[in-house]
Nanobody, 125 residues
Framework: QVQLVESGGGLVQPGGSLRLSCEVS????????IGWFRQAPGQEREGVSC???YYADSVKGRFTFSRDFATNTAYLQMNNLKQEDTATYYC???????????????????????WGRGTQVTVSS
């Protein structure tokens, strides 16, 4: 059974850092691409990262994706957090056969086949 479980969210002051984790089971990270998304209250879900190299302009230079094959866990390191980063963050597995990250459809929902339940990040002083 495929599962993705996010953790690591919390309350942090502007300028602070958090590292989100996405522990996966039922598949291995070396075979699939992971995307991170976020959704703020009253707003549409938006993509944050696709694979290791592609990031939304709003987080580029501040957020970094990584993964640990030994523990089958993906991470999103978030630095210099801003109030506008407040959202529920989700990790998702990219569907096999989807276009590669960077091909122009990094965060199309139909390109992802399994999602976690999310972890809340609140940036506030």
């Amino acid at each position: 059974q495929v599962q993705l479980v996010e953790s690591g969210g919390g309350l942090v002051q502007p300028g602070g850092s958090l590292r989100l984790s996405c522990e996966v089971s039922g598949f291995t990270l070396d075979q699939y691409v992971i995307g991170w998304f976020r959704q703020a209250p009253g707003q549409e879900r938006e993509g944050v990262s696709c694979g290791r190299r592609y990031y939304a302009d709003s987080v580029k230079g501040r957020f970094t994706f990584s993964r640990d094959f030994a523990t089958n866990t993906a991470y999103l390191q978030m630095n210099n957090l801003k109030q506008e980063d407040t959202a529920t963050y989700y990790c998702a597995r990219r569907r096999p056969g989807s276009p590669d990250c960077g091909s122009g459809s990094n965060w199309r929902s139909s390109d992802y086949d399994n999602w976690g339940r999310g972890t809340q990040v609140t940036v506030s002083s």
